[in-house]
């Protein structure tokens, strides 16, 4: 084992392994190691231009240590690592560090810390593994369709699907945070005995720790490195209207006219999928959507104060005029077995390679010819994992490397079509509602929504975990389709039921869009081609009159008392833009101090002032809401009670259980 310093950096070497490690953000490390001749030098997520810190290196015969800060990695002289906390005095002694350390690399004789199996390439599988802490609970990691706040227990695919989204950020009840920053697909198990990362294919091992007091300023010191959301203006906080799907502008127009004439101010109305004549096209279909009415139809809303959303897709279908193109100008995603087409939705389609700046150009170009000049605000890009007819990670090839390596980052290349193409042209960074996303896909706009999810009260209850951990990894601006996607039969009064509880939620959500494809599909198609606007099915309807006089009374009350938020919600934005915090919170982010918080899983908090416990079951009616320390104020009875206490809420069904602290 050989120690030395290279400026700010504590280099190790043993037989073929180099490994790096160095100061990077506020009481925070970047280690990085390899078997190849040299690192890299990629930045990864790790993008931003922030103060790195001084390091105290100090060496011995044996071991070495570097410090920024307040964290301390220690190296023992196997080469095994030891991060602390504060300027701890470390014993080593028979082969291990004495002291308190937050977490430690696996000490198994047999199995490496830090493991390299070689492929094929000049690329590995690779494998780092932690020791066990009993007591430690995991939160972050971005979105994964369970009831699971706590992530300890838990084995997590590293890979981008509809509705799962790999953001590698952990952050620990133990007082530090853990970026693993590596884009390739793999695996992490959170496990009782150790944890666990794995990446299929990988250069090397790149990881960045930092500690600090409490989880808000170990997500400030994360997201100081990785970037930050823009400030999302108040005019996107109010209500918005979706579903699958209008099909022309004078649908759109009815609906949205309907709501001025009920007094409803909408801030976004949103154009859905298959408005295009193929996949690929990136315009509107002109037998459906011709140029004079798109036009009409954009000047009325917007001089309604209404923005005008529509949904791209990355996918391009072989009969669309630009594939040919693309093809041969390598802007497509290219697999190393069996043909190029990938996606099989509604036609045999590539994908676009967001790694290939000369393709993202180009789509940019599409959309400012096709949707921009009728003054169309903003983007909806969906599937943006991307979708695929066979998840084959290794068969995948993209502008950088292969999918195995590198295909984490698809998403956040896919937002930088619309964010770089966008600011390039004079404006600022817009916001982008998306599917999916990756570490720092915050500071391009992403706006990320949960995805096509079941219209259930267990997708429900599975939405307020994925969100709450997306908002620690680092992605304050989060939504869900309100009622769930995919409805059977929208006559049933269990699903009115669950739509007025997840609307109550909508309401302290970071973004209130409905949404949702609403069965049963027996509204006839316009025509019968088998491409453009026309041929695809549409959704029942999906408006707030659409079940009933009492769910829409309900409804509008939601959406007033929404509008009531705005300054505040407007206030949480700011927040999120400055130090990184989450608009939803977990209870422990708010109450670090209170052990009990540590533990609620199914109440959080919006923003610091507002505590909301959404009710998960058909036919409840009350539910028990644990108050910490403080006055709370009931938002719905005004009644105030004090805090270090758990209550009996009443919930009926037109009433989410929510409180004010005061």
Same mark, same amino acid.
């Given at each position: ?45 790790? %993008? ?10 100090? $060496? ?6 570097? /410090? ?23 014993? *080593? ?41 009993? @007591?430690?609970? $995991? ?13 300890? !227990? ?8 509809? /509705?799962?989204? /790999? ?38 091992? @790149? ?51 309907? *709501? ?116 169309? @605000? ?21 502008? %950088? ?30 916001? /982008? ?46 939504? %869900?389709?309100? !009622? ?59 408006? $707030? ?13 939601? $959406? ?8 505040? %919600? ?36 919006? !923003? ?55």
């Amino acid at each position: 084992m050989r120690f030395e310093k290279d400026g700010n950096a504590l280099i190790v070497r043993e037989a073929a392994e180099y490994l790096r490690i160095e100061p990077w953000g506020k009481n925070a490390l970047r280690l990085r190691s390899t078997q190849r001749t040299a690192l890299t030098g990629e930045d990864r997520a790790l %993008t931003e231009k922030i103060e790195k810190g001084n390091a105290v290196i100090s $060496i011995n015969e044996k071991t070495a240590a570097i /410090s920024n800060g307040r964290i301390r990695a220690a190296v023992n002289p196997s080469g095994m690592i030891e991060f602390f906390k504060d300027d701890v005095r470390v014993l *080593y002694e028979y082969n291990r560090f004495y002291g308190e350390p937050l977490t430690k690399e696996s000490r198994c004789l047999k199995v490496p810390a830090r493991e390299y199996v070689g492929q094929a390439s000049d690329s590995f599988k690779i494998a780092v593994r932690f020791e066990r802490n009993e @007591d430690e609970k $995991i939160f972050g990691m971005g979105q994964y369709q369970h009831p699971f706040l706590d992530l300890k !227990g838990c084995v997590l695919e590293l890979a981008q699907r509809n /509705s799962q989204v /790999s953001i590698p950020f952990a952050l620990s009840s133990e007082g530090y945070g853990f970026l693993w920053n590596n884009p390739a697909s793999g695996r992490v198990s959170f496990g009782k005995n150790l944890t666990e990362w794995m990446a299929d294919e990988s250069k090397e091992i @790149d990881y960045w720790i930092t500690v600090d007091d409490t989880p808000a300023a170990i997500v400030k010191n994360y997201t100081e490195a990785v970037g930050r959301a823009p400030v999302l203006g108040s005019e996107y906080l109010g209500f918005w209207q979706c579903k699958l799907r209008y099909r022309t502008p004078e649908e759109v127009l009815a609906v949205t006219r309907k *709501y001025k004439e009920m007094g409803i101010h909408l801030d976004v109305m949103v154009i859905d999928f298959f408005h295009w004549p193929y996949q690929g096209s990136w315009c509107f279909d002109e037998k459906y959507w011709p140029e004079d009415k798109v036009r009409a139809m954009v000047d009325e809303l917007h001089a309604d104060g209404t923005k005008v959303m529509v949904s791209v897709w990355p996918s391009v279908d072989k009969r669309c005029e630009n594939f040919e193109e693309m093809l041969s100008k390598n802007m497509l995603a290219r697999t190393d077995r069996g043909t190029i087409e990938t996606y099989d939705y509604q036609g045999e389609c590539a994908i676009f390679d967001t790694f290939n700046p000369e393709a993202r150009e180009f789509v940019w170009n599409k959309l400012k010819e096709n949707y921009k000049k009728y003054g169309i @605000d903003l983007f909806w890009l969906d599937n943006a994992e991307p979708d695929s007819a066979v998840y084959q990670f290794d068969n995948m090839r993209y502008y %950088t490397g292969r999918s195995a390596e590198v295909g984490c980052e698809y998403p956040k290349n896919y937002l930088k079509v619309v964010a770089e193409g966008t600011v390039k042209d004079g404006g600022e960074v817009p916001l /982008s509602l998306i599917r999916s996303a990756w570490v720092g896909s915050q500071k391009y706009g992403s706006l990320l929504w949960s995805g096509d999810i079941p219209s259930t009260f267990e997708a429900f209850r599975d939405q307020l975990s994925a969100g709450l951990n997306t908002g620690i990894a680092g992605i304050p601006w989060w939504t %869900t389709d309100i !009622g769930g996607f995919m409805t059977d039969d929208v006559n049933d009064p269990d699903f009115v039921e669950l739509l007025l509880r997840w609307f109550g939620f909508g309401v302290f959500s970071p973004v209130m869009r409905l949404h949702g494809d609403r069965g049963p599909r027996d509204i006839p198609t316009l025509d019968d081609r088998d491409f453009g606007g026309g041929y695809l099915f549409t959704g029942q309807p999906n408006e $707030i009159w659409s079940y009933g006089e009492e769910a829409e009374a309900i409804m509008k009350k939601y $959406i007033e008392l929404r509008i009531s938020l705005k300054d505040y %919600t407007a206030r949480l934005m700011k927040e999120a833009s400055e130090n990184g915090s989450p608009v939803i919170r977990t209870m422990f982010y708010e109450f670090p101090e209170d052990k009990k918080c540590w533990e609620l899983e199914d109440q959080y908090m919006f !923003g610091p002032e507002y505590l909301v416990a959404p009710i998960f079951k058909l036919g409840q009616r009350s539910r028990e809401v644990y108050l910490p320390a403080g006055s709370w104020e009931d938002i719905n009875t005004k009644q105030v009670y004090e805090g270090g206490q758990t209550i009996t809420a009443d919930a009926p069904i037109d009433i989410i259980p929510a409180y004010r602290k005061i």
